[in-house]
């Protein structure tokens, strides 16, 4: 347990010493706060608290990239084999990138919860303690997928590679860059096989419509969020490498694919049931339409 | 029999088609240094991996302190320390820090600042692990093997690739660790390495073990004599010299004599003797130890740096 606390400290501390980490985690997710909250929300309070939903979405699933890639970069410099020697295990090794990233991430959320508030005026910032949790669990989920590719990937360059073959429809079909309600019906319907269109859907239910932790559809998110980290850290660990040169047995690969499993289960549920896409357009529609009485006195 | 704190027996390690080790038995014992010797590829790093719990055997039986490697990892790594050959420590993760960081995964620690001062690296305890030099990286990794005080040190080619006045350096933090009664398994494919640190040594060549003792062992055991070389103010035939007493056999090259000498005092002396009858006289001596040079080239017919 002492050694995952130590390790995680020094991932802190060596990530802060990196200028890479500035621009993903800070300049990146800054960027994007003012693009939706300054052009496409046009300042205006209720569409930037309507638009911090995907706003928080992108920066919580950008802990995809960061440590658990610097993971393979651990494993190519033989700087894994060194903890090897020690009784350090690889759950630790692992755990320590999800906690890292964790307390790395949530200052640049905090941060803009902060500029919504005294930049754009957002006065309501609807149920925190469920936004708070989708957050946390949000973030453990997928830097345990950065985590899984890790295992996967033998080099740093096919690390980038997948990556970003995984973080392009991740962001752009799930509502966190488009919003669902406004993407064509077909590909609402793939989205709704991504983790990340739930991550973004119930941040927003939290955030706009102060969705209550108890209620079924964050519960549904929730679940299905745990599932799939649980699962994603598990392999991860089965398969985590500390040599160079070991390679990953092709097997593990159709293992790896099997981790999808939840969201493909909840991605057929809802493509019956039309749940989320119901949810999303209601939200979409109340942002779009005439200020309301209710609205006005905000 | 002292004791023995390492055992291996009939080691086999295969990399797919590659017998990377082929039956490899010896045992060390506490207190002792002791070296694998032989050319790149010969098996060394593979056994002592294994002994590390790095890598699982194919076959054979391997003890550490007692504890199997691959059954008790857990309980084995906080009794070793190693300074891996092929390994590295993040860029921006500082000496200091690296040191305490090490340390705090073990039940029993050495303080950091000893370890830093011993290893002449206080200076560069705020340096950046990207900044410090191959000598300073070497040294750092000897003192991390050291922070949890282990009961077995294992260096893989603690000075390759180093310069010739940081490998004596590193001789240096080596002997002192020997006269601590460090248990230290070493592996070198520097013969002066190996003849002048380690208390015993096995020859390794093809992933076998062909040849173990103590360095004057091994020396005595092969059949290189000393050779005494010599020049002469007058020519003198290589018959007449090699039915001196205490020499067994001699030539000539480029006007110098070889004398394969079985006990050199005696060849020297009735050597002199012999030139003051003559009348000649003595120009150049040399006496030339066999090395474990010589011992590897006899066993397998190559020199160690091929």
């Given amino acids: 347990m002492t050694n995952f606390l130590t390790l995680t400290r020094m991932r802190i501390q060596l990530t802060l010493r990196n200028k890479m980490f500035l621009f993903f985690s800070v300049i990146m997710p800054f960027g994007f706060f003012f693009l939706y909250a300054g052009v496409f929300a046009k300042g205006n309070p209720v569409g930037v608290r309507y638009l911090l939903g995907p706003i928080v979405a992108l920066t919580v699933m950008g802990s995809f990239w960061g440590l658990s890639a610097a993971l393979v970069m651990f494993r190519e410099q033989g700087i894994l084999r060194r903890f090897h020697v020690t009784p350090v295990t690889s759950s630790d090794m692992l755990a320590s990138s999800v906690v890292a990233n964790f307390v790395l991430t949530l200052p640049t959320i905090i941060v803009e919860f902060f500029f919504a508030a005294a930049l754009f005026h957002v006065r309501q910032f609807g149920n925190l303690p469920t936004t708070f949790v989708l957050i946390a669990f949000g973030t453990m989920s997928f830097a345990s997928l950065g985590l899984v590719v890790a295992s996967v990937t033998n080099t740093m360059q096919e690390t980038q590679v997948i990556n970003q073959l995984i973080w392009l429809p991740l962001i752009f079909l799930s509502g966190a860059t488009i919003p669902l309600a406004g993407l064509p019906h077909v590909v609402q319907r793939v989205g709704l096989f991504l983790p990340a269109t739930y991550l973004v859907t119930e941040l927003q239910d939290a955030i706009y419509q102060s969705a209550a932790i108890w209620s079924r559809d964050v519960l549904i998110a929730l679940a299905s969020l745990i599932l799939w980290a649980s699962l994603t850290f598990f392999l991860s660990a089965q398969l985590f490498r500390w040599e160079p040169e070991s390679k990953i047995p092709r097997r593990a690969k159709l293992l790896v694919a099997a981790t999808a499993l939840p969201f493909i289960l909840l991605g057929i549920w809802e493509n019956s049931s039309s749940r989320t896409l119901a949810k999303a357009q209601a939200m979409s529609d109340s942002v779009n339409a005439p200020a309301t009485p209710a609205d006005r006195s905000k | ?306």
């Fill in chain 2, 1 to 306: 029999m002292t004791n023995s704190i390492l055992q291996v027996e009939n080691l086999v390690k295969h990399y797919g088609s590659v017998q990377a080790v082929r039956g490899v038995t010896f045992d060390v014992k506490e207190g002792e240094v002791f070296g694998l010797l032989g050319p790149n590829g010969a098996g060394k790093t593979s056994t002592v991996e294994i002994l590390e719990g790095l890598r699982a055997p194919d076959s054979g039986r391997v003890s550490v302190c007692g504890l199997d490697p691959q059954k008790e990892p857990g309980k084995l790594k906080h009794e070793i320390g190693a300074a891996l050959q092929s390994t590295s420590l993040p860029e921006k993760l500082r000496v200091m820090e690296a040191l305490k960081l090490f340390s705090s995964f073990y039940k029993r620690h050495r303080d950091p600042e000893e370890l830093l001062k011993r290893f002449g690296l206080e200076e560069k305890r705020n340096s950046f692990y990207g900044q410090l030099s191959g000598g300073q990286k070497q040294r750092l990794a000897l003192a991390m093997a050291l922070v949890n005080n282990p009961q077995v040190l294992f260096f893989d080619e603690p000075t390759s690739g180093l310069d010739p006045q940081v490998r004596r350096e590193i001789y240096d933090i080596v002997e002192e660790l020997k006269r601590e009664k460090k248990t230290i398994v070493m592996t070198t494919h520097y013969i002066e390495e190996a003849e002048r640190l380690c208390d015993r040594v096995a020859i390794i060549d093809h992933g076998q073990v062909i040849a173990l003792g103590s360095p004057r062992e091994l020396k005595e055991r092969s059949g290189n004599k000393t050779r005494v070389e010599v020049r002469l103010h007058q020519p003198d035939s290589p018959d007449v010299l090699k039915n001196l007493e205490g020499v067994t056999d001699c030539r000539e090259l480029n006007g110098t004599y070889i004398l394969q000498a079985q006990r050199p005092p005696q060849a020297i002396v009735s050597l002199v003797k012999h030139l003051e009858i003559q009348g000649n006289e003595l120009l150049g001596l040399e006496i030339l130890t066999p090395s474990l040079e010589d011992v590897f080239i006899e066993l397998t017919g190559r020199r160690l740096r091929d």
